[in-house]
T-cell receptor, first 118, second 112 residues
Framework: QVQRQQWGAGVLKPSETLSLTCAVY????????WTWIRQSPGKGLDWIGE???????NYNPSLKSRVTISLRTSKNEFALKLSSVTAADTAIYYC????????????WGPGTLITVSP | QSALTQPPSASGSPGQSVTISCTGT?????????VSWYQHHPDKAPKLIIY???KRPSGVPSRFSGSKSGNTASLTVSGLQAEDEADYYC????????????FGGGTKLTVL
């Protein structure tokens, strides 16, 4: 079974950079696309972007100019950076393992609440 | 506004059955059998309960079932139990975005 943990600073000021890391270990994790998803207060889920084991990335066009997802294969970790945050970026951020064969998120991280406040 | 439409709430008494709908278009739900459902308890990681419309991952109770008709997919929870109270989200493969899936807005299931 794939285990995952995620961590990062929980409170940011406007214009700062959000930084989160997700660690994945156990199971057959090499075939997944590793994904970041967020849920703003009182709203649904938004897809942020993904990265595969080769380091190929794909981003939501609405966030593309501010998002970077990177891989640290030696540590089985992948990271999210979101620059120039505003209050609209306040959300719970999840990492998830996406199976591109059948298009579902097989595993999710526990989520990290990020609050952007002056 | 989410791409897939779910009712914001649903409810039922213990032992009853409840069905949650997820409506999309021919470009997602109606065109492909790649609908999945997730159960999300507060402060926990979302959990996959249905994939490919009606398949259950190992360990998911058979009380959870999925189906699809046209552009609408459905999740049915039979024999409701207190622990089924949670938010439920649907997703579907889509051929109209530069990313693969679209999400429903979520349905809060209350066990009365």
């Amino acid at each position: 079974q794939v285990q995952r943990q995620q961590w990062g600073a929980g409170v940011l000021k406007p214009s700062e950079t959000l930084s989160l890391t997700c660690a994945v270990y156990g199971g057959s994790s090499s075939h997944y696309f590793w994904t970041w998803i967020r849920q703003s207060p009182g709203k649904g889920l938004d897809w942020i972007g993904e990265i595969n084991r080769s380091g190929s990335t794909n981003y939501n066009p609405s966030l593309k100019s501010r998002v970077t997802i990177s891989l640290r294969t030696s540590k089985n970790e992948f990271a999210l950076k979101l620059s120039s945050v505003t209050a609209a970026d306040t959300a719970i951020y999840y990492c998830a393992a996406f199976d591109k064969g059948a298009y579902y998120f097989e595993y999710w991280g526990p989520g990290t609440l990020i609050t952007v406040s002056p | 506004q989410s791409a897939l439409t779910q009712p914001p709430s649903a409810s039922g008494s213990p032992g009853q059955s409840v069905t949650i709908s997820c409506t999309g278009t021919n470009n997602d739900v109606g065109g492909y059998n790649f609908v999945s459902w997730y159960q999300h308890h507060p402060d926990k990681a979302p959990k996959l309960i249905i994939y490919e419309v009606n398949k259950r991952p190992s360990g998911v109770p058979s009380r959870f079932s999925g189906s699809k008709s046209g552009n609408t997919a459905s999740l049915t929870v039979s024999g409701l139990q207190a622990e089924d109270e949670a938010d439920y989200y649907c997703t579907s493969y889509t051929d109209t975005h530069n990313f693969d899936v679209v999400f429903g807005g979520g349905t809060k299931l209350t066990v009365l």
